[in-house]
């Protein structure tokens, strides 16, 4: 069961614009979400997170929003870079229990 | 401080045979989660152990399994080997308390 969905594979944008990666999830009970990047032959790296509790965290260029009445969440980077192109993964978490994870949104900045 | 190792990085197998993967946590964190990551699936959650003890286990077959020994390193165990459990296969370790893990670059598993 896809508790965590992210619905697109892949993102282009043009360098120095917004990038905008969407996750939805289904489980009501999750409160803690996460973002991690992942480059390849390399695992997954932790980005930005937000408890339930809030509606937005912002990390420099990173800011993730959530939107509990709609059970998604977005990651907006501005302004985008080329180091940005990865897989980025959407994760959430309900209790500290085990993470689940989207399917990942390959993001591709171009100069 | 180090970070999440996992040996061996690369691994061909054929069907039918048993696999153990291995993954040293960073120093210090005591829950480790193992992933099985294919394309297009994401990373499914297979298995998290803390203090040697399996605290959740997501939705595989028997033939997975894991164990976590007193230094906190874990290994991954896959018997009767399918084509489809070609994956890549990640370790994460993190503080209990916390929820952000940290990733190892993960073991290529082939199955011919």
């Known amino acids: 069961d896809q508790q965590v969905k992210q619905n697109s594979p892949s993102l282009s944008v043009q360098e120095g614009r917004i990038s905008i990666l969407n996750c939805d999830y289904t489980?009501?009970?999750?409160?803690?979400f996460l973002w991690y990047k992942k480059y390849p032959a390399e695992g997954p790296t932790f980005l930005i997170s937000i408890s339930s509790i809030k509606d937005k965290n912002e990390d420099g260029r990173f800011t993730v929003f959530l939107n509990k009445s709609a059970k998604h969440l977005s990651l907006h980077i501005v302004p985008s870079q080329p180091g940005d192109s990865a897989v980025y993964f959407c994760a959430a978490s309900a209790n500290n229990n085990d993470m689940r994870f989207g399917a990942g949104t390959r993001l591709t900045v171009k100069p | 401080k180090a970070g999440v190792t996992q040996t061996p990085r690369y691994l061909i197998k054929t069907r039918g045979q048993q696999v153990t993967l291995s993954c040293s946590p960073i120093s210090g964190h005591r829950s480790v989660s193992w992933y099985q990551q294919t394309p297009g699936q994401g990373l499914q959650f297979l298995f998290e152990y803390f203090s040697e003890t399996q605290r959740n286990k997501g939705n595989f077959p028997g033939r997975f399994s894991g164990r976590q020994f007193s230094n906190s390193r874990s290994e991954m165990n896959v018997s009767t080997l399918e084509l489809g459990d070609s994956a890549l296969y990640l370790c994460a370790s993190r503080l209990a308390a916390n929820y952000e893990q940290y990733f190892g670059p993960g073991t290529r598993l082939t199955v011919t």
């Open positions: 489980n009501s009970m999750f409160d803690y």
